[in-house]
């Protein structure tokens, strides 16, 4: 055991067990993983990823590059960033971590905070400025990515000032005190994302700040020298955090390498500590340490530890001498932490006295204070001799690791710069400096520095390579929160859905609605259900849940001038009660989105759009009015949930409706095609129109979504007595599609104007519509387009994949020419067999040809034909 | 980023959907223009570095369009 007998801030009253590997431990409260282990003389904890080598706990902190850990399903973890729990399992990784398969357990919330000040960092200039902050009356917000404030104070004689401080803090009521709670992204404007570590989780706090003071500290940075990476080496300022914060020795014999004054107070505690002191080596002296060597292997301890250094003079040659020791404690000046001030776009410069970079320029209402400023005089830095590499003999660099985590050494950087690299970027990118977890909080200016020095180039000259967040790894399930699972996003229902669970449909997702599938009797399969959907809305009744449909309502004198200029075809002419298909594109000429428009009144009409297109639509139809016609007296209103939608089709469906509207004149002359009745039924109002989605007869009975359920109910008592048979989506395609009837999203993808569908009869010449001019342009008007056919294939039992590609060939050579691809393909019971709507080159001029689908080992060969494949006289539709 | 809707105040980002460069004016006489006027009208937009005239709407708020002045560089935005 190395635990001291008295000091630190832990408590050995309040023991707590753990196990490491397999082994069980003994903690205190206020350990962390990484003090436990020294304090349990567990020198490695990690084998490194690239070479293996054992590695033991460098840091004190979150730059930790090398005591990376597995707890339970978390990987990665750093050990000085684990805090001690009863029971805690720990496993040192062995190269790389490995996600776990499993769901991630833990519970995150996500808080949206706002405030005056948010102070980073609650060590001595955080605390202070939160204090004066506080003062003020402003909200304000500190937070420390520590279990408890303080920072490098903690366990350093300044317990008196914390508590006062901490108190007057406590005690304002718009001061938020946040620990073990982590700054990880600054950006625009001051929005702060913070991780904040709970016992089974962590909330994700975004926090949005009039002005963001960084007291964010400084990083201490190691010197570079052969077998730089031996357990027992460890940062200067970590090995005093250790001894007196936690009450443990890291070692017993110690070695001090140092080219700063901050190592001065170090001997003193490690000497208090019951630590002997061998030699203090420092480069202004002209010492430096030149390598060290491994204890002996056995002998009780782990082997591949440290177990002494050489050290020469810095002028090469001369004497050399070996020093046994089992702790080095290592200095090479700080590093002001700018993470987060770099990528809040704050400039930096090099600073030649204190050998680091500072802040230069500040972003708008950002200020930086205390170490993070370039203040150093707290941690003692005082002069500093820049130093970075210790030369070894021969040439070598092959063990002067520059990042720990990523295994890179000087080796490397040197290679990257003699094939020509001169931008630290590109250093980076090439030997992976600084793109571990830990993102080389202890590499990153060394290897700007050892660039520098190789290129001849000042330090400041070569700079720093781009900051970006995260500060620290943060996992995925923090960022999602809550919204997992049936959270992810809303989901909504119609107002039949429970009708649709209580008759086992099998439902499919269109955008954020559930929408019933299929229907499945017994155990029917997907394919059986559907041809049975089918050929009751064919020969029978069939009935489906349309309330998805997007719905726009506009009303205004210019409503009529305005779907004139949206839609391609015209509307001045549809009466009072009628309603037309309509289609829209872009400025490009493309097809954007089709639905039915129905004239309801004086200036008021309803346009319906497709399910997945409803608010890019009125958005859409928005930007013209609020953009570009101005002048157009119109109202847009979405109505999407307003209204339940029950169509009723087939070649029964006149008689189901009568049914339920035995006034109501429903003959073809009476009421036709595309014509719009209101009425009742049982107390429903109802709006119904004669509207076709499956060319055959059909009416759409439309209510409020309240009466929604109750209208569906009445239509399937009315419809009982003719075997009315509900189906869903995936019939609704085959209808669909049997009639030639286009899905924008499915046969168009935003490359496909009216005339490649061909649909030219809807593009009116009357009147200027959105898209109109771009369809004369000479790529629009080309006649090789890809253009909409009709595919039987030979084989009349083989489905086409969506999506497969056709090709002239049966055998062609590979390249081949890809002329088209399939769109839509399905089985149908009317035509009894299968058939596919595709986008084919030129395809109109190819009716009758053959194309085929080359496939995985096969080759599918299909007839061009029309896109229509069922009633193309519309006889159906309008008796 | 927080983007000042001139009817609701000062919103995220995630409220608003992007419309674009403000200075491209719809040619008033479509019919009229040449193909190269056209084409340059549907595919060409200015991506400069630095202030951009910029058309925002605020989607998940009062759906209204509004033009400001965004540095691309530093997201520092000023109303038009």
Same mark, same amino acid.
């Given at each position: 055991?190395?635990?001291?007998?008295?000091?630190?801030?832990?408590?050995?009253?309040?023991?707590?067990?753990?196990?490491?590997?397999?082994?069980?431990?003994?903690?205190?409260?206020?350990?962390?993983?990484?003090?436990?282990?020294?304090?349990?003389?567990?020198?490695?904890?990690?084998?490194?990823?690239?070479?293996?080598?054992?590695? &033991?706990?460098?840091?004190?902190?979150?730059?930790?590059?090398?005591?990376?850990?597995?707890?339970?399903?978390?990987?990665?973890?750093?050990?000085?960033?684990?805090?001690?729990?009863?029971?805690?399992?720990?496993?040192?990784?062995?190269?790389?971590?490995?996600?776990?398969?499993?769901?991630?357990?833990?519970?995150?919330?996500?808080?949206?905070?706002?405030?005056?000040?948010?102070?980073?960092?609650?060590?001595?200039?955080?605390?202070?400025?939160?204090?004066?902050?506080?003062?003020?009356?402003?909200?304000?917000?500190?937070? !420390?990515?520590?279990?408890?404030?303080?920072?490098?104070?903690?366990?350093?004689?300044?317990?008196?000032?914390?508590?006062?401080?901490?108190?007057?803090?406590?005690?304002?009521?718009?001061?938020?005190?946040?620990?073990?709670?982590?700054?990880?992204?600054?950006?625009?404007?001051?929005?702060?994302?913070?991780?904040?570590?709970?016992?089974?989780?962590?909330?994700?706090?975004?926090?949005?700040?009039?002005?963001?003071?960084?007291?964010?500290?400084?990083?201490?940075?190691?010197?570079?020298?052969?077998?730089?990476?031996?357990?027992?080496?460890?940062?200067?300022?970590?090995?005093?955090?250790?001894?007196?914060?936690?009450?443990?020795?890291? *070692?017993?014999?110690?070695?001090?390498?140092?080219?700063?004054?901050?190592?001065?107070?170090?001997?003193?505690?490690?000497?208090?500590?019951?630590?002997?002191?061998?030699?203090?080596?420092?480069?202004?002296?002209?010492?430096?340490?030149?390598?060290?060597?491994?204890?002996?292997?056995?002998?009780?301890?782990?082997?591949?530890?440290?177990?002494?250094?050489?050290?020469?003079?810095?002028?090469?040659?001369?004497?050399?001498?070996?020093?046994?020791?089992?702790?080095? %404690?290592?200095?090479?000046?700080?590093?002001?932490?700018?993470?987060?001030?770099?990528?809040?776009?704050?400039?930096?410069?090099?600073?030649?006295?204190?050998?680091?970079?500072?802040?230069?320029?500040?972003?708008?209402?950002?200020?930086?204070? &205390?170490?993070?400023?370039?203040? @150093?005089? *707290?941690?003692?830095?005082?002069?500093?001799?820049?130093?970075?590499?210790?030369?070894?003999?021969?040439?070598?660099?092959?063990?002067?690791?520059?990042?720990?985590?990523?295994?890179?050494?000087?080796?490397?950087?040197?290679?990257?710069?003699?094939?020509?690299?001169?931008?630290?970027?590109?250093?980076?990118?090439?030997?992976?400096? &600084?793109?571990?977890?830990?993102?080389?909080?202890?590499?990153?200016?060394?290897?700007?520095?050892?660039?520098?020095?190789?290129?001849?180039?000042?330090?400041?000259?070569?700079?720093?390579?781009?900051?970006?967040?995260?500060?620290?790894?943060?996992?995925?399930?923090?960022?999602?929160?809550?919204?997992?699972?049936?959270?992810?996003?809303?989901?909504?229902?119609?107002?039949?859905?429970?009708?649709?669970?209580?008759?086992?449909?099998v439902?499919e997702n269109?955008?954020?609605?559930?929408?019933?599938w299929y229907?499945?009797?017994? !155990?029917?399969d997907i394919e059986t259900a559907v041809l049975?959907? %089918?050929?009751?809305?064919?020969?029978?009744?069939?009935?489906?849940?349309?309330?998805?449909?997007?719905?726009?309502?506009?009303?205004?004198?210019?409503?009529?001038?305005?779907?004139?200029?949206?839609?391609?075809?015209?509307?001045?002419?549809?009466?009072?009660?009628? %309603?037309?298909?309509?289609?829209?594109?872009?400025?490009?000429?493309?097809?954007?989105?089709?639905?039915?428009?129905?004239?309801?009144?004086?200036?008021?009409?309803?346009?319906?759009?497709?399910?997945? *297109?409803?608010?890019?639509?009125?958005?859409?139809?928005?930007?013209?009015?609020?953009?570009?016609?101005?002048? @157009?007296?119109?109202?847009?209103?979405?109505?999407?949930?307003?209204?339940?939608?029950?169509?009723?089709?087939?070649?029964?469906?006149?008689?189901?409706?009568?049914? @339920?509207?035995?006034?109501?004149?429903?003959?073809?002359?009476?009421?036709?095609?595309?014509?719009?009745?209101?009425?009742?039924?049982?107390?429903?109002?109802?709006?119904?129109?004669?509207?076709?989605?499956?060319?055959?007869?059909?009416?759409? @009975?439309?209510?409020?979504?309240?009466?929604?359920?109750?209208?569906?109910?009445?239509?399937?008592?009315?419809?009982?007595?003719?075997?009315?048979?509900?189906?869903?989506t995936e019939?609704?395609h085959v209808?669909?599609a049997?009639?030639?009837?286009?899905i %924008?999203g499915q046969e168009t993808d935003?490359t496909v104007?009216?005339?490649?569908?061909?649909?030219?009869?809807?593009?009116?010449?009357?009147?200027?519509?959105?898209?109109?001019?771009?369809?004369?342009?000479?790529?629009?008007?080309?006649?090789?387009?890809k253009q909409l056919v009709g595919l039987l294939p030979v084989e009349r039992d083989q489905l086409l994949p969506e999506g497969a590609q056709l090709v002239v060939e049966p055998d062609g050579t590979i390249p081949t020419k890809m002329i088209g691809h399939v769109t839509s393909s399905y089985r149908s019971?009317?035509l009894d067999r299968t058939f596919a709507l595709a986008m084919l080159q030129s395809g109109?001029?190819r009716?009758?040809a053959m194309v085929y689908a080359p496939l995985n080992g096969h080759v599918v060969s299909a007839t061009v034909t029309?896109p229509?494949f069922?009633?193309?006289?519309?006889?159906?539709?309008?008796? | 980023? +927080?983007?000042?809707?001139?009817?609701?105040?000062?919103?995220?980002?995630?409220?608003?959907?992007?419309?674009?460069?403000?200075?491209?004016?719809?040619?008033?006489?479509?019919?009229?223009?040449?193909?190269?006027?056209?084409?340059?009208?549907?595919?060409?937009?200015?991506?400069?570095?630095?202030?951009?005239?910029?058309?925002?709407?605020?989607?998940?708020?009062?759906?209204?369009?509004?033009? +400001?002045?965004?540095?691309?560089?530093?997201?520092?935005?000023?109303?038009?």
């Open positions: 055991m190395s635990r001291l007998a008295s000091g630190g801030r832990i408590d050995r009253t309040r023991p707590i067990q753990f196990s490491f590997n397999g082994t069980p431990y003994r903690g205190y409260e206020g350990d962390n993983l990484a003090s436990a282990l020294l304090a349990n003389d567990v020198r490695v904890v990690a084998n490194s990823v690239t070479y293996g080598r054992p590695r &033991g706990v460098f840091s004190a902190g979150v730059e930790e590059p090398n005591a990376l850990v597995q707890v339970g399903n978390d990987t990665m973890l750093r050990a000085t960033q684990v805090g001690l729990v009863d029971g805690l399992e720990a496993i040192g990784l062995n190269g790389r971590g490995r996600l776990s398969l499993e769901p991630d357990g833990h519970r995150y919330d996500k808080v949206y905070a706002h405030c005056e000040v948010l102070v980073i960092g609650g060590g001595r200039a955080g605390i202070t400025a939160a204090l004066e902050a506080g003062q003020t009356g402003d909200r304000v917000i500190l937070v !420390d990515e520590q279990a408890e404030f303080g920072g490098r104070l903690l366990g350093a004689g300044w317990n008196d000032w914390l508590e006062t401080s901490l108190g007057a803090l406590r005690s304002p009521p718009d001061v938020r005190l946040l620990t073990r709670a982590t700054a990880f992204g600054h950006y625009d404007q001051n929005l702060v994302l913070i991780a904040q570590r709970l016992p089974n989780g962590g909330r994700l706090w975004q926090a949005r700040a009039k002005r963001v003071v960084l007291a964010t500290g400084a990083h201490e940075r190691p010197l570079i020298f052969a077998n730089n990476d031996r357990p027992g080496i460890m940062l200067a300022g970590a090995a005093r955090a250790y001894v007196n914060r936690y009450g443990v020795a890291p *070692g017993k014999r110690a070695v001090i390498f140092t080219n700063n004054d901050s190592t001065d107070a170090l001997a003193g505690d490690l000497k208090r500590a019951g630590i002997s002191v061998e030699a203090i080596v420092d480069v202004r002296a002209g010492e430096a340490v030149l390598d060290t060597f491994p204890s002996p292997a056995g002998g009780g301890g782990q082997g591949g530890g440290l177990g002494g250094v050489t050290i020469a003079p810095l002028t090469g040659g001369g004497s050399r001498r070996e020093v046994e020791c089992d702790l080095l %404690c290592v200095s090479g000046g700080f590093n002001p932490t700018l993470h987060l001030f770099s990528q809040a776009q704050g400039r930096l410069r090099y600073d030649q006295a204190l050998a680091c970079f500072v802040p230069d320029a500040a972003p708008p209402n950002v200020e930086v204070v &205390g170490a993070a400023a370039g203040d @150093l005089g *707290g941690r003692g830095q005082g002069t500093i001799m820049p130093y970075w590499v210790v030369p070894s003999d021969g040439q070598d660099w092959s063990t002067h690791f520059v990042d720990l985590e990523r295994d890179v050494t000087v080796a490397d950087v040197r290679r990257a710069l003699s094939t020509g690299m001169r931008s630290v970027e590109h250093v980076k990118r090439f030997t992976t400096i &600084g793109t571990g977890s830990d993102q080389g909080k202890t590499a990153g200016i060394n290897e700007t520095a050892i660039i520098a020095t190789q290129l001849g180039q000042p330090v400041g000259a070569v700079g720093v390579t781009t900051f970006r967040p995260p500060y620290v790894p943060v996992s995925f399930g923090l960022m999602a929160g809550r919204n997992r699972g049936d959270l992810f996003e809303p989901i909504r229902l119609t107002a039949m859905h429970p009708w649709h669970v209580a008759h086992g449909a439902f269109v955008g954020q609605w559930k929408r019933p229907f499945p009797r017994h !155990d029917e049975r959907e %089918c050929r009751a809305a064919r020969e029978g009744v069939a009935v489906m849940d349309a309330s998805t449909l997007g719905k726009i309502d506009i009303q205004g004198p210019d409503a009529v001038e305005f779907l004139n200029r949206m839609y391609t075809n015209a509307f001045d002419t549809l009466k009072i009660g009628s %309603c037309r298909y309509g289609l829209m594109c872009k400025v490009d000429g493309m097809v954007f989105d089709d639905g039915v428009v129905m004239h309801l009144g004086p200036d008021h009409w309803l346009a319906t759009t497709t399910t997945g *297109g409803a608010a890019a639509v009125l958005e859409w139809m928005e930007e013209w009015l609020q953009t570009e016609w101005t002048d @157009l007296r119109v109202r847009l209103t979405s109505v999407t949930d307003h209204w339940a939608d029950v169509a009723v089709v087939g070649p029964r469906s006149r008689d189901v409706v009568r049914g @339920l509207f035995p006034k109501l004149p429903l003959d073809p002359e009476s009421f036709p095609f595309m014509a719009i009745r209101e009425s009742e039924t049982a107390g429903i109002p109802v709006r119904l129109h004669r509207i076709t989605f499956s060319g055959e007869l059909a009416y759409e @009975l439309w209510t409020q979504s309240w009466y929604g359920l109750a209208l569906w109910e009445a239509v399937m008592a009315a419809g009982e007595p003719f075997a009315i048979t509900p189906y869903g019939a609704m209808l669909r049997e009639k030639g009837y286009i %924008c935003g104007t009216p005339q490649d569908l061909g649909m030219s009869w809807i593009l009116s010449k009357k009147k200027a519509f959105i898209g109109r001019r771009s369809h004369r342009r000479r790529d629009t008007a080309r006649p090789d387009r019971a009317t109109r001029e009716l009758g029309e229509i069922y009633d193309k006289e519309n006889v159906r539709r309008d008796s | 980023m +927080l983007i000042p809707c001139p009817w609701c105040g000062d919103r995220e980002d995630i409220e608003f959907k992007y419309g674009g460069s403000a200075d491209v004016a719809y040619p008033r006489d479509a019919d009229a223009v040449d193909d190269a006027t056209w084409a340059r009208f549907v595919f060409f937009r200015p991506n400069p570095k630095g202030q951009m005239t910029e058309r925002w709407v605020h989607t998940a708020g009062c759906r209204r369009w509004f033009t +400001l002045v965004r540095d691309t560089v530093t997201h520092q935005i000023t109303t038009a």
